[in-house]
């Protein structure tokens, strides 16, 4: 496992040098990536070129996101897999080798069961188009509070859906983006938790709750989720991949962009000591 830093999660919007500077302070290990400054970055310059600013840093992948619409017709689907080859080319070339596919969050025209029906299927096809440049696909959940738009049909996910759209996949470089506020909100969270596999997860969203489990807060802010416990669980199943804080309590966003890196880099850190013995992972 490592500290990764999402500056995307902050309404951080940068250049990828002063990205890996902010990571640097706030004593994180990895960090996701904009795929498409990075690919403007490797066509003006090179793909050594970003490697180097990663390794001048010492600064490694975390995950990128792929934009992807799942619900477009069999040609439309099809054709934006074609567009996405070039990004993960280059994914692979940098070794960031975990993306995050984003469920939608509904629909005008699919209900939420045909699209149950459809994304396995389809998560299959990407799956297989990536797993030939070593990527891994992670799913994820949109938040409620992301919810904006009236569908028409208006999809809900649990932790449990996800895992089991990822199962019928039936390909291993899928998994499920762990989300711990979400996963808080499931009653049967611990045995959820405990069915994992090492390659059933691909990222970890660490975020803490507010006492009426409605706001999100950094790690070990609050207390109010056993994260200690989660974190043993994914030492446990050998997990090795991004742990990531997540806030969305509105003060984090009024504070100056070094500030909310370190602030988020110190729970982060306390919530290692937290987890684990002397020996850390």
């Given at each position: 496992m490592f500290?990764?830093?999402?500056?995307?999660?902050?309404?951080?919007n940068t250049g990828l040098r002063e990205s890996l500077r902010l990571a640097n302070l706030g004593n994180f290990e990895g960090i996701d990536l904009n795929i498409l400054d990075v690919e403007a970055l490797c066509q003006t310059h090179s793909v050594n070129y970003v490697k180097g600013m990663l390794d001048s840093f010492n600064i490694k992948p975390g995950v990128w996101n792929l934009s992807s619409d799942i619900t477009l017709t069999d040609a439309g689907f099809t054709a934006n897999i074609d567009k996405l080859t070039s990004l993960v080319e280059i994914s692979e070339k940098i070794g960031a080798n975990r993306c995050v596919l984003s469920l939608p969050v509904g629909s005008d025209t699919t209900s939420c069961e045909d699209f149950s029906k459809?994304?396995?299927?389809?998560?299959?096809?990407?799956?297989?188009?990536?797993?030939?440049?070593?990527?891994?696909?992670?799913?994820?959940?949109?938040?409620?509070?992301?919810?904006?738009?009236?569908?028409?049909h208006i999809y809900r996910f649990t932790t449990s859906q996800i895992y089991s759209f990822c199962k019928e996949a039936n390909i291993t470089n899928v998994g499920i983006v762990l989300d711990t506020f979400l996963l808080d909100q499931e009653s049967n969270n611990q045995d959820i938790l405990q069915?994992?596999?090492?390659?059933?997860?691909?990222?970890?969203?660490?975020s803490d709750s507010?006492?009426?489990?409605?706001?999100?807060?950094?790690?070990?802010?609050?207390?109010?989720?056993d994260l200690p416990f989660i974190m043993q669980t994914l030492r446990n199943i050998r997990y090795n991949g991004p742990i990531t804080p997540i806030s969305d309590e509105p003060r984090v966003f009024s504070f100056p962009n070094e500030i909310a890196v370190i602030l988020a880099g110190g729970y982060l850190t306390r919530l290692w000591k937290d987890s684990f013995t002397k020996t850390e992972d």
């Open positions: 500290k990764n830093l999402s500056l995307k999660s902050f309404n951080i459809m994304f396995p299927e389809r998560l299959n096809v990407l799956a297989k188009r990536f797993n030939e440049y070593n990527c891994s696909i992670g799913v994820e959940i949109v938040g409620k509070h992301k919810s904006v738009k009236p569908y028409q069915q994992f596999e090492t390659k059933d997860i691909i990222s970890v969203k660490a507010d006492n009426n489990k409605k706001i999100r807060n950094l790690p070990r802010q609050t207390n109010v989720i």
